[in-house]
């Protein structure tokens, strides 16, 4: 699916806000009438992330997830973001997970 706008979320272990942070990104996107793609990018959480935004993802057809199995690390993940939503879209952004971001 072809998106005009891609919000990247790099998570590790963001099971405690992650739901609500993407509520969010996703309600703004609606108000503002944006076709926006929330992705994360995951660098392989253990605490539930990934299963919080698979469940999401069911519900959603606009959020994905990329689980990244090496090369942790928050610039990486960027980076690994980009790419991915590249093939989407053709602006994109990088936001906390944590909702720190306004």
């Known amino acids: 699916m072809k998106f005009d706008f891609t919000v990247i979320i790099p998570t590790l272990n963001e099971a405690e806000t992650i739901e609500k942070t993407i509520t969010l990104v996703d309600a703004v996107l609606k108000k503002e009438n944006v076709n926006g793609q929330v992705l994360v990018v995951d660098d ?59």
């Open 44 to 102: 392989n959480s253990r605490d539930g992330t990934i299963v919080i935004v698979n469940a999401m993802k069911m519900l959603q057809p606009n959020v994905s997830i990329l689980v990244r199995q090496r090369d942790h690390g928050l610039s990486q993940s960027i980076v690994d973001g980009f790419i991915e939503a590249g093939k989407n879209s053709d602006i994109y952004i990088v936001m906390d997970a944590d909702g720190q971001h306004p």
